[in-house]
């Protein structure tokens, strides 16, 4: 019993010195490891710091649209940017929020560009789906022509004309027109829009200068929908009805027609200057 005590002590004495060993193997490996990532991190640190990652130009940074690069004209148009500045200090998500609350700019995303320095920025730009003028006389005045005179997409969120072609100035002009103030209309639009886009009949104009009755220009002539209404479709599809009047009545002879009641639709025929009403044929 006594031998078997003894061992029994000198085998824990030697584990203890063993365990003794290894915790100081790991103190010792922590120190190294926690030396090295400091090292590792401030040599990071004095890379970053180093007069190479700034913004010293305008030119550093890249804008792309479609895969198409942008003009510096466009760029600083869009971008606000004080030079110089550390390309770390940079926050990509804050200039993508920015560039999204321009009225051209739907989708944006920023990334540095650190062989060589800079910014690459892709943005989707906003589809303008017409040409809108807030009224006839503003936009016939050579002044006010800019100011008044933009584009809209299916949302109905304006966009400046200047601006949109500044970023693309290959865009064609949308072939449909809207009159009026968009504040009154713009509620409306995303409702309004697709109806007249998938009209069989073609609509050129959307006249909304007065907000109780819509007139639309199309290829029958004026057409008077009165104010805007849950009718609405039922008013555009009755177009469709309506595309042979022009073999039954004469077209010069048409001033408009009247729509406002879809289950009774008019003709106003003009004859001896005095309007005339008719039941369509």
């Not at 010293?56 to 942008?70: A, C, R």
């Not at 879809?262 to 001896?272: A, D, R």
């Amino acid at each position: 019993m006594p031998g078997i005590a003894s061992v029994s002590q000198k085998e824990l004495a030697q584990r203890r010195k063993k365990l003794r060993r290894q915790r100081q193997m790991k103190i010792i490996q922590a120190i190294w490891q926690t030396i090295a990532i400091s090292g590792l991190a401030g040599g990071l640190l004095w890379v970053a710091l180093q007069p190479i990652w700034v913004l010293k130009t305008p030119e550093q940074v890249l804008m792309k649209s479609d895969n198409q690069l942008l003009s510096q004209e466009a760029i600083k148009s869009l971008l606000v940017l004080s030079y110089p500045q550390s390309l770390w200090r940079i926050q990509p998500a804050a200039i993508a929020d920015s560039l999204k609350k321009q009225p051209t700019i739907a989708q944006a995303t920023v990334s540095r560009r650190l062989f060589p320095p800079g910014l690459i920025i892709e943005i989707e730009e906003r589809i303008p789906v017409a040409v809108a003028q807030r009224s006839r006389e503003q936009s016939n005045s050579t002044s006010n022509k800019q100011t008044n005179t933009g584009l809209i997409d299916a949302n109905g969120v304006w966009i400046p004309l200047e601006k949109y072609t500044l970023v693309n100035p290959q865009f064609k002009l949308p072939t449909l027109k809207v009159i009026g103030l968009p504040e009154q209309y713009a509620p409306y639009w995303s409702k309004l829009y697709p109806y007249v886009s998938q009209s069989s009949i073609k609509i050129t104009e959307i006249d909304y200068q007065d907000p109780n009755n819509l007139i639309l220009k199309t290829e029958l002539g004026r057409v008077y929908l009165g104010a805007t209404s849950t009718q609405l479709a039922d008013q555009i599809n009755l177009l469709a009805q309506l595309r042979h009047i022009n073999t039954k009545l004469n077209p010069s002879e048409i001033d408009y027609i009247d729509l406002k009641n879809p289950e009774s639709p008019l003709v106003h025929m003009i004859q001896n200057k005095e309007t005339t009403k008719n039941q369509t044929p």
